[in-house]
Antibody, heavy 123, light 109 residues
Framework: EVQLVESGGDLVQPGGSLRLSCVASGFKFSSYEMNWVRQAPGKGLEWISYIGYAGDTTYYADSVRGRFTISRDNAKNSLYLQMNSLRAEDTALYYC????????????????WGQGTLVTVSS | EIMLTQSPATLSLSPGERATLSCRASQTVGRYLAWYQQRPGQAPRLLIYDTSFRATGIPARFSGSGSGTDFSLTISSLEPEDFAVYYCQYRTNRPPFVSFGGGTKVDIK
C-alpha cells in the first residue's frame, strides 16, 4: 500500500524558516518524481514544487520560487521542503504527492497524496 | 498563464441523481486535464487524467470528457460518498506549470 506521511508543520513567525518532510512507503521511491501541493484554510489547491527522480530537476511555482527548496533522499525514502522567508500567505496544509510518472522528467498528475502537515505563519 | 474556472461553485443534488461539473480553461489545454475529489478532512484523490482516463480503482460512474477549453466531469448516479469537492487541474512542461480550478462542491439536496 502506498503511504506518504508528512511532518514538520508548525507555527512560525513571518520571516522565519521551516523544513517539511515526507516519508514514503509501499513503492520504489527512487522511481517516482514527487510534488508538494498546498491548501490554505478553506481554499483550493495550489501546486508549489516538483522534483525529479534523482533530485537534479526541480520546478517551482512563482509564489515560492527563491524562498522554498525541494529536495529528496532516496536512501531514506524521503522528500523535503525547506521554506525560508515565510509569509502569512504561506499558511496552509502542505501535501506531499506522488507524480503519476507517465511522462518522465515532466510534471504529471498526482496519483497518491499524504494527509498533509499544517504550516501557520503568524506573529 | 492558463486559468481554470469551475462551475457551478456548488451543486446540490440527491443520491442517485446525475452530476455534471464544468471546467473551462482560459486558453486551450489540449487534453491535459485531470479531476480530483476531496472529501471533508481528507487529501485529494485522482479520479480522471488526460481528460477521460479513470485512475486506478475509480468506479465507472465517474467519467470525463472535453477538449481544448471546455471539460466536464460526470457522475452518472451519485453515491453518498460522492458528496465532496471536485477540482480540475491542468499541467504543462513548456514551461513547467500546474494550475487548479477553484473547485465545485457537490452537496446533498
Amino acid at each position: 500500500e502506498v503511504q506518504l506521511v508528512e511532518s514538520g508543520g508548525d507555527l512560525v513567525q513571518p520571516g522565519g524558516s521551516l523544513r517539511l518532510s515526507c516519508v514514503a512507503s509501499g513503492f520504489k521511491f527512487s522511481s517516482y518524481e514527487m510534488n508538494w501541493v498546498r491548501q490554505a484554510p478553506g481554499k483550493g489547491l495550489e501546486w508549489i514544487s516538483y522534483i525529479g527522480y534523482a533530485g537534479d530537476t526541480t520546478y517551482y511555482a512563482d509564489s515560492v520560487r527563491g524562498r522554498f527548496t525541494i529536495s529528496r533522499d532516496n536512501a531514506k525514502n524521503s522528500l523535503y521542503l525547506q521554506m525560508n522567508s515565510l509569509r502569512a500567505e504561506d499558511t496552509a496544509l502542505y501535501y506531499c504527492a506522488r507524480d503519476q510518472g507517465s511522462r518522465p522528467y515532466e510534471i504529471d498528475y498526482c496519483d497518491y497524496w499524504g494527509q498533509g502537515t499544517l504550516v501557520t505563519v503568524s506573529s | 498563464e492558463i486559468m481554470l474556472t469551475q462551475s457551478p461553485a456548488t451543486l446540490s443534488l440527491s443520491p442517485g441523481e446525475r452530476a455534471t461539473l464544468s471546467c473551462r480553461a482560459s486558453q486551450t489545454v489540449g487534453r491535459y486535464l485531470a479531476w480530483y475529489q476531496q472529501r471533508p478532512g481528507q487529501a485529494p484523490r485522482l479520479l480522471i487524467y488526460d481528460t477521460s482516463f479513470r485512475a486506478t480503482g475509480i468506479p465507472a460512474r465517474f467519467s470525463g470528457s472535453g477538449s481544448g477549453t471546455d471539460f466536464s466531469l460526470t457522475i452518472s448516479s451519485l453515491e453518498p460518498e460522492d458528496f465532496a469537492v471536485y477540482y480540475c487541474q491542468y499541467r504543462t512542461n513548456r514551461p513547467p506549470f500546474v494550475s487548479f480550478g477553484g473547485g465545485t462542491k457537490v452537496d446533498i439536496k
